[in-house]
Structure formats: C-alpha cells, structure tokens
C-alpha cells in the first residue's frame, strides 16, 4: 500500500523559512510526478508545486521565487524549501505523487495527510 508522509511544518514569523518533506513508501519502483498542494482556511485547495522525475518543475505564480521543489527519486521524498514566508502562505501544505509505479500495479492520485504551516505577521 503505497503511503506518503510529509513532515516540516510548523510556526514561522513573516520573512522566515521552512522545509517540507514528503516520503513516500509502499514497493514503489518510481513515481513520475510528485507534487505539494495547500488548503487555507475556507478556500479551495491549489497547487503550490510539481516536479516530475526528470526534474521539470511547476510553480503557482505567487510562490515562484521564494519555494523551491526538489526531489531524491532514489529516496521517493519530495521536498519543498519555503523562503520569505508570508501570512497567506498559511495553510495545509499537502503532498502528491501520481503516476506510481509499485509492486501491486500502477496507481494515480496518492496523497498525504498534510502538515499545517502558520506564518505570522
């Protein structure tokens, strides 16, 4: 059963940084795309960024320049490395791996738990 598990996030003044992780585990061979995603309080959730496993990335236009994604394809783990950190940024941060090669088959659409990330004016 493939899981993923992401951990990093935490309280943060405006201005500062945090790294999210995201393993993922469960016989996987490879995982084409990984990705973090975000929910803030009563919005829908969006896209923060993608990465595929060639290294091509994706960003949401508000973050670009401040999150870097970045991935260990050997480890499965997806990070995400947030800088200059804003109080809209607060939000549920969410990690994505799709397109999952593993021991029981091929699967789309596996998601984290999410790990809640406060930034503070």
């Known amino acids: 059963q493939v899981q993923l598990v992401e951990s990093g996030g935490g309280l943060v003044q405006a201005g500062g940084s945090l790294r999210l992780s995201c393993a993922a585990s469960g016989g996987i061979f490879s995982i084409n795309v990984m990705g973090w995603y975000r929910q803030a309080p009563g919005k829908q959730r969006e896209l923060v960024a993608t990465?595929?496993?060639?290294?091509?990335?994706n960003y949401e236009d508000s973050v670009k320049g401040r999150f870097t994604i970045s991935r260990d394809n050997a480890k499965n783990t997806v990070y995400l490395q947030m800088n200059n950190l804003k109080p809209e940024d607060t939000a549920v941060y969410s990690c994505n791996a799709d397109r999952v090669l593993h021991t029981r088959g091929y699967g789309m659409g596996y998601w984290g738990k999410g790990t809640l990330v406060t930034v503070s004016s």
């Open positions: 990465i595929t496993k060639s290294g091509t990335t």
